[in-house]
């Protein structure tokens, strides 16, 4: 149990350094007309609308909002160009590198796609197969940060990837694929079905913006 709890950590740390690169460089990319993504809900590196944010109502009010008010909890709007080809399928997996926490994961999206419209990531969405996240659901479930635990300011990775093959997951009804086995089956040692990645970086935060 011990051993399979590390394995979990280093893969996260590594994944959190993996998204911070790739958000480091997705300008560049974008600059040089490479696969890129893109959103009509929010720029890359400012912050997410409140339709994206989780909603978790406590006497009436959104814990998750610095103010109470709702959130809409539905993935953006995402579109990408560029992907290269011999794309077979394409992933998408939100990552909150400031917590090391997946919040979505869908996979075996048809190569044909360019755009998830809003909210493709509701339970049972048809345009893709998902995983478990950290709120223990089967869907997209937004940002929601603890409010007044520094660092104030969450990052959320939103990344592409066009892979060279449809994905064949391990798991069933009762015990569906996490977000670790989409991982591992986009990183497995010595293979990679990763053609591309592209990323766009969504801000939130749970406090007053005077913090």
């Known amino acids: 149990m011990k051993q399979a709890k590390w394995i979990v950590v280093v893969t996260l740390v590594v994944l959190s350094g993996m998204a911070a690169a790739q958000f480091g460089t997705a300008q560049a990319a974008r600059q040089k007309g490479q696969f890129q993504v893109t959103s009509t809900e929010f720029q890359n590196n400012t912050n997410l609308p409140l339709s994206a944010i989780y909603n978790y109502p406590i006497k009436g009010a959104n814990y998750c909002s610095y103010n109470g008010t709702a959130g809409g909890d539905q993935s953006p709007e995402l579109s990408w160009t560029n992907a290269p080809s011999g794309t077979q399928s394409f992933a998408v997996i939100v990552f909150d590198v400031t917590a090391g926490v997946v919040h979505w994961g869908m996979y075996n999206i048809p190569p044909t796609t360019t755009e998830l419209p809003q909210n493709a990531g509701a339970a049972s969405s048809s345009y893709g197969l998902q995983v478990v996240n950290v709120f223990s659901d089967i869907s997209y479930d937004g940002p929601c940060p603890p409010p007044g635990v520094k660092p104030l300011v969450h990052h959320y990775v939103f990344t592409v990837y066009a ?30 079905h990763v053609l591309a990645r ?14």
Do not use: E, H, M, W
Not at 200 to 211: A, K, V, W
């Open 163 to 192: 892979l060279d093959k449809t994905l064949s997951l391990p798991g069933s009804a009762n015990f569906p694929a996490t977000a670790l086995t989409l991982f591992r089956a986009l990183v497995k040692p010595g293979i990679s």
């Open 198 to 211: 592209a990323t766009i970086t969504g801000l939130y935060s749970n406090n007053p913006p005077s913090q």
